[in-house]
Structures are given as C-alpha cells and as structure tokens.
Nanobody
Framework: QVQLVESGGGSVQAGGSLRLSCAAS????????MAWFRQAPGTEREGVAV??????????SYADSVKGRFTISRDNAKNTLYLQMNDLKPEDTAMYYC??????????????????????WGQGTQVTVSS
C-alpha cells in the first residue's frame, strides 16, 4: 500500500508563502487524481486543489478561495505532489492533507472536490497564518 507523507507546513504572516510537499512511498500511476484538502477546527474537510497529469501537462482545478494564489504541481520522477501557496491569509489556517484516487480526468477536475471519493490520504501538515 502506497503511503503519502506531507511536509512543508509552518507558521507565516499574512502575505507570506509556503510550499507543501506530498511524497508517495511508491509509484502512483498518472491516471490518479491527486488533491489537496484542508480542515480547520470545527469545520468540514474541504478541497483546495486537484491535479491530473496527462503526458507532460497537468490539468488543475482550484477552490474559488485560493484561485490565483495557490498552484498545484506534480513531479512524477520524484513521486511528489506540491502545493505552492502565495499571498497567504489568516483564513488559510488549517491542517492540509494530500489525497490520491484513481479516477477519470473529468471527474477529477470537477470544481466540487468530494473528500469521500478519495481512499489514499496523508497524515496532514499544519499551516498557520497570522495577521
């Protein structure tokens, strides 16, 4: 069973940047949907960004709250998923999780990212943004 391990979280001031990484312990096929979710205390886990790799390109979809600020990318050679987060805001404070699931591209890239469709999860990395 492939395991996912997130890293890169931390504490930053508003306007700062962080890059999260999600390393897979084994190879994940290119037809897997890779996603980032986040969960703040007392809230539901919500989708942040999803990516689907075909050939040399990665197709991505983002939650409205992070569009233009976050970028998802994938390095297949390193079996690693990234989330570049710029212009961070206090409302971005949450535990961030990466997830993977084999699914078709169209389903992967739907704006409504459903956490219940993913079976493979990492343990999470905390991001705290202060004002």
């Amino acid at each position: 069973q492939v395991q996912l391990v997130e890293s890169g979280g931390g504490s930053v001031q508003a306007g700062g940047s962080l890059r999260l990484s999600c390393a897979a312990s084994g190879y994940i096929d290119s037809d897997y949907c890779m996603a980032w979710f986040r969960q703040a205390p007392g809230t539901e886990r919500e989708g942040v960004a999803v990516g689907f790799t075909m050939g040399v390109g990665t197709y991505a979809s983002y939650a409205d709250s992070v569009k233009g600020r976050f970028t998802i990318s994938r390095d297949n050679a390193k079996n690693t998923l990234y989330l570049q987060m710029n212009d961070l805001k206090p409302e971005d404070t949450a535990m961030y999780y990466c997830a993977a699931q084999k699914m078709e591209r169209a389903r992967c890239l739907r704006p409504a990212m459903n956490k219940d469709e993913y079976d493979l999860w990492g343990q999470g990395t905390q991001v705290t943004v202060s004002s």
